[in-house]
């Protein structure tokens, strides 16, 4: 995969607004994400469901601390430094680098009074885009020069610098007309015909599928690999051989890619709720980012909202729980109520259970 199309396909993970959140800059073509962007991405699960470590206050080394008796070839300068960790959701390191920051009266507009904000800024930023490794492939933060927001360099995402044209051919030169030779007589179209009717549809008989209803009436619920090893079915031929039957109403599909499942569909039995369906893609961009951020406002690391979506769907990190189809409406209203338990259990000084 080239680097445009990886940072394209990385930006609709995390849910990053072209032109708003990222933008090319003409001249270097290199990727640039603003601080905020960079915060996003840094606080959600990467597409393999690592979390980021960020430092916390207590984590960070004041190498300068902006005194003029500290000198400098640039003078008095804030200079930070703090390690960031990329980590499994059950603890494991597995990467983990040290970033800096500095702010001097060189690198920061002289208008801006807060060189220790610059510097965190720039660390943050370093850190974690070199702990996901972004930085080797040109993706930088608009931190790092004024180039990056200068308007007059950016390239718009949404409709980026168009291919200069191809030189168009000269117009051929007019040719002295020549008489017409008379038209033969055109056939006579033929009288057309009445449409024929057309055959009702076949109803799929499930008649013909007598082992494989058998095999889901008594299993209940089955998947497409259940499906396959127990009919011998070639994987190629499952959509050919079951849509019929999804069709006809035989059988009832939920779920979606490697979280599909098939079962019988029965008369009197109430269809699945909206909130018993798993989340489509656009649902679990909205809804679980909106109760993760509100989970991490009440103080929660993202361990702790691992641990609380493992209890709740089996699986060790939301996007693994959605890809699978066990991430409903049902199960994040759980996840988010258990954060509020761990909230309160918390502030109050005493502890709550759940495997936690």
């Given at each position: 995969?080239?680097?445009?199309?990886?940072?394209?396909?990385?930006?609709?993970?995390?849910?990053?607004?072209?032109?708003?959140?990222?933008?090319?800059h003409?001249?270097?073509r290199?990727?640039?994400?603003?601080?905020?962007?960079?915060?996003?991405?840094?606080?959600?699960?990467?597409?393999?469901?690592?979390?980021?470590?960020?430092?916390?206050?207590?984590?960070?080394?004041?190498?300068?601390?902006?005194?003029?008796?500290?000198?400098?070839?640039?003078?008095?300068?804030?200079?930070?430094?703090?390690?960031?960790?990329?980590?499994?959701?059950s603890?494991?390191?597995i990467?983990?680098?040290?970033?800096?920051?500095?702010?001097?009266?060189?690198?920061?507009?002289?208008?801006?009074?807060?060189?220790?904000?610059m510097?965190?800024?720039?660390?943050?930023?370093?850190?974690?885009?070199?702990?996901?490794a972004?930085a080797s492939?040109?993706?930088?933060?608009?931190?790092?020069?004024?180039?990056?927001?200068?308007?007059?360099?950016?390239?718009?995402?949404?409709?980026?610098?168009?291919?200069t044209?191809?030189?168009?051919?000269?117009?051929?030169?007019?040719?002295?007309?020549?008489?017409?030779?008379?038209?033969?007589?055109?056939?006579r179209a033929?009288?057309?015909?009445?449409?024929?009717?057309?055959?009702?549809?076949?109803?799929v008989?499930?008649?013909?599928?007598?082992?494989?209803?058998?095999?889901?009436?008594?299993?209940?619920?089955?998947?497409?690999?259940?499906?396959?090893?127990?009919?011998?079915?070639?994987?190629?031929?499952?959509?050919?051989?079951?849509?019929?039957?999804?069709?006809?109403?035989?059988?009832?599909?939920?779920?979606?890619?490697?979280?599909?499942?098939?079962?019988?569909?029965?008369e009197?039995?109430?269809p699945?709720?909206?909130?018993?369906?798993p989340?489509?893609?656009?649902?679990?961009?909205?809804?679980?980012?909106?109760?993760?951020?509100?989970?991490?406002?009440?103080?929660?690391?993202?361990?702790?909202?691992?641990?609380?979506?493992?209890?709740?769907?089996?699986?060790?990190?939301?996007?693994?729980?959605?890809?699978?189809?066990?991430?409903?409406?049902?199960?994040?209203?759980?996840?988010?109520?258990?954060?509020?338990?761990?909230?309160s259990?918390?502030?109050?000084?005493?502890?709550?259970?759940?495997?936690?």
């Amino acid at each position: 995969m080239d680097r445009d199309t990886l940072f394209k396909s990385l930006a609709e993970h995390y849910v990053l607004e072209p032109d708003k959140d990222w933008w090319q800059h003409r001249q270097s073509r290199k990727w640039v994400l603003t601080h905020s962007a960079v915060q996003k991405i840094a606080y959600q699960e990467t597409p393999e469901g690592y979390v980021i470590h960020v430092p916390g206050r207590s984590d960070i080394d004041w190498i300068k601390k902006g005194d003029a008796a500290e000198g400098g070839m640039h003078g008095p300068e804030v200079v930070i430094g703090a390690e960031f960790r990329l980590m499994t959701t059950s603890g494991k390191v597995i990467r983990k680098v040290y970033a800096i920051g500095e702010a001097n009266c060189n690198n920061v507009n002289k208008s801006l009074p807060y060189p220790w904000a610059m510097a965190w800024k720039r660390m943050f930023d370093r850190g974690v885009l070199d702990v996901l490794a972004f930085a080797s492939h040109g993706f930088y933060s608009a931190e790092e020069a004024d180039t990056f927001n200068d308007p007059s360099q950016r390239v718009s995402v949404k409709q980026e610098v168009a291919p200069t044209p191809a030189p168009v051919a000269p117009a051929p030169q007019p040719v002295a007309p020549q008489a017409a030779a008379p038209k033969a007589p055109q056939p006579r179209a033929p009288e057309p015909r009445a449409p024929e009717p057309k055959a009702p549809p076949k109803k799929v008989e499930a008649q013909g599928d007598d082992e494989l209803i058998r095999f889901i009436t008594a299993n209940g619920v089955v998947s497409k690999g259940d499906i396959c090893n127990h009919m011998g079915w070639e994987p190629a031929s499952f959509l050919g051989r079951i849509n019929p039957l999804v069709d006809s109403g035989v059988l009832i599909r939920t779920g979606q890619k490697r979280g599909t499942k098939y079962s019988m569909a029965q008369e009197g039995v109430a269809p699945s709720t909206p909130s018993s369906l798993p989340l489509t893609q656009q649902e679990y961009h909205v809804v679980w980012r909106d109760v993760s951020e509100r989970l991490r406002s009440f103080g929660m690391s993202q361990l702790v909202i691992s641990r609380i979506v493992r209890e709740v769907t089996g699986h060790e990190s939301a996007i693994a729980a959605h890809q699978n189809g066990s991430l409903t409406k049902e199960s994040v209203d759980k996840i988010f109520a258990l954060g509020q338990e761990w909230s309160s259990s918390t502030n109050s000084g005493g502890g709550i259970t759940h495997g936690l």
